[in-house]
């Protein structure tokens, strides 16, 4: 399995990027997918999550309203539309396939099935 996160850099508060992730090696439209982050000195931690087809989203409380995820399976890709970013929005953004689906409860690590290489989004004040 190989997930390819790109779309990381240096934004200003207030700013916005689009991280993009294209999957390979898995059948993606078999994996809910979602995407982690890992501040500076702190654990990772789950951010955002999109069901099989991409009809249901949750997110972290401290992502909600600002960030959107979306997929298209006929491009394997998964995509993280950030707005209104915040300074403690700084981590490495890691595009993830989870083992499953279920809804609005939250994430943790071990519901990852398989990571990717991560990319950095710094976020300025």
């Known amino acids: 399995v190989q997930l390819q996160a790109s779309g990381g850099g240096l934004v200003q508060a207030g700013g916005s990027l689009r991280l993009s992730c294209a999957a390979s090696g898995l059948t993606f439209s078999n994996y809910a997918m979602g995407w982690f982050r890992q501040a500076p000195g702190q654990e990772r931690e789950f951010a955002a999550v999109?069901?099989?087809?991409?009809?249901?989203?949750n997110y972290a409380n401290s992502v909600r309203g600002r960030f959107t995820i979306s997929r298209d399976n006929a491009k394997n890709t998964v995509y993280l539309q950030m707005i209104s970013l915040k300074p403690e929005d700084t981590a490495v953004y890691y595009c993830?396939?989870?083992?499953?689906?279920?809804?609005?409860?939250?994430?943790?690590?071990?519901?990852?099935?398989?990571w990717g290489q991560g990319t950095l989004v710094t976020v300025s004040s």
């Open positions: 993830v396939a989870l083992k499953y689906f279920r809804g609005t409860y939250g994430y943790a690590v071990p519901d990852v099935h398989s």
């Open positions: 999109i069901s099989y087809s991409g009809a249901s989203t």
